[in-house]
């Protein structure tokens, strides 16, 4: 007797519902739609789980979830509910193991009709590694927005396209625009000299695998002239390859730098222009310049004597004694004497050595505290001002005096005019010339 066609056709769509159910790489679960009672599970729920079909339909939905809300039992019943009125309900779920191990899932609940009864039919898969990888994302973009809106740096970050995607508050504050005004752009917000083209240039060169630095004149909002340093350089944000520009307003430094420069200039028209022969060095005795009338006295070339730490025109063996003398006047204190010299050519000469204090010391980078160096000047000036008269040891000194406006009688010492063979070499130690005689009377 033969089956009726109805109930074969029936048997046939059960058969292929149970192989399908059976062998499918997500795990399905189907639910009692008035209860919500686990009615049929397929092997890789089983799998995944780790119960067995038959423990798998005791189980309640509390058992199956993290219990952290919103994945408690309570939760779960909800969205069977939704189902079971006809939405298709998706979304995320933490389950628990029979381990106890907690994962993340990606769920789909939908009625369906299985046999001619409404179940509840859910289909999950595993999604643990992706959330952790979310998560780290998530963490990491934190990590960088807190770095990036904390910098005192102008930060823009622009995509392959030369979009503007970001802004840290510290250039919205330099710029003087918003974040949302400048989202999206393509061209030079703070009006660099030069053009977009070259920029977009630099920006293909970064997007290489490269890093550039320059620095640059822009003009801001207010139509203010300021000195950026820009450093651009290539980095990876949400998958994509960006560049991040680093922008650092250097205005004051190039100002700092324009004032040393003429500061440098003025410095070298006098040190050049000077009578008395000048000789500067470090903190460790080495000649780091020297001016013509020290050529001049000494015979020797500027090129010949710079970086030397030996004394270049003692006639005898003092360089112990110099360096203590140095060592005193980089200590803040004047230092005078006199001693004997002799030319490449053979020629004696005596002459008179003093330093220039305060100004040596902040010449030889003894002392850099500007406060200090002040307080020296204003002890200088106060000698000066109670002096009845100045004599300097030249002419060039005379010079600087007055154009520094000190008052009072500022006399210059009279450079020796004798003929090299009138001249005497002082007595021998421990004997010292006395002023007013000898040498130190006519050098």
């Not at 628990?96 to 899932?105: A, E, M, P």
């Not at 005192?152 to 392959?160: K, P, S």
């Not at 100045?390 to 010079?399: H, L, S």
Request: with cysteine; charged share 30%; glycine share 8%.
């Amino acid at each position: 007797m033969e089956a009726p066609k109805d109930l074969t056709e029936a048997l046939r769509q059960v058969a292929s519902y149970r192989a399908i159910f059976d062998n499918a790489e997500s795990c399905i679960f189907v639910y009692d739609c008035e209860t919500g009672a686990i009615v049929d599970v397929n092997p890789k729920a089983c799998a995944v789980y780790g119960y067995s079909a038959e423990e798998m339909r005791r189980l309640t939905a509390d058992e199956l979830s993290s219990g952290v809300p919103p994945y408690t039992g309570a939760d779960a019943m909800r969205l069977i509910e939704r189902a079971r009125r006809g939405e298709v309900v998706r979304g995320e779920w933490h389950r628990r193991n029979k381990d106890g191990g907690l994962h993340w899932d990606e769920i789909t609940l939908k009625k369906v009709e299985i046999a001619g009864r409404p179940r509840i039919m859910a289909a999950t898969r595993e999604i643990t590694q992706r959330k952790a990888a979310e998560e780290a994302l998530r963490a990491s973009e934190e990590q960088y927005r807190a770095i990036f809106n904390v910098s005192e740096d102008a930060l823009v970050l622009r995509d392959a396209d030369f979009r503007i995607v970001d802004v840290n508050p510290a250039y919205e504050n330099a710029v003087g625009r918003k974040r949302e005004e400048v989202l999206g752009r393509r061209d030079v917000i703070v009006g660099f000299l030069g053009t977009t083209a070259d920029y977009l240039e630099l920006h293909q060169r970064v997007l290489e695998g490269g890093r550039e630095r320059l620095e640059a004149e822009g003009v801001l909002r207010d139509g203010s002239h300021v000195h950026v340093e820009l450093l651009m350089m290539p980095m990876q944000y949400r998958g994509a390859p960006h560049v991040l520009y680093v922008g650092r307003n250097i205005t004051e430094r190039r100002q700092a730098e324009e004032a040393l420069r003429a500061s440098e200039e003025q410095y070298r028209a006098i040190f050049n222009a000077s009578a008395d022969a000048l000789v500067l060095r470090d903190t460790d005795f080495r000649i780091v310049d020297v001016n013509p009338a020290y050529e001049a006295m000494s015979g020797k070339r500027r090129s010949e004597v710079i970086g030397q730490t030996a004394l270049t025109v003692s006639a005898r063996d003092v360089g112990a004694e110099r360096l203590q003398l140095h060592a005193v006047a980089l200590g803040g204190k004047p230092v005078h004497f006199e001693t004997d010299g002799r030319r490449p050519d053979g020629t004696p000469f005596v002459l008179e050595v003093r330093d220039l204090w305060p100004d040596s010391i902040a010449a030889v980078g003894a002392m850099r505290s500007s406060w200090l160096l002040r307080c020296l000047g204003w002890i200088e000036r106060r000698m000066y001002a109670a002096a009845t008269r100045i004599v300097t040891v030249g002419r060039g000194y005379q010079q600087e005096l007055e154009a520094r406006g000190v008052a009072g009688a500022v006399t210059a010492r009279t450079p020796c005019r004798h003929p090299p063979l009138r001249c005497r070499p002082p007595p021998p130690a421990p004997a010292r010339p006395r002023r007013g005689t000898g040498w130190d009377s006519c050098c």
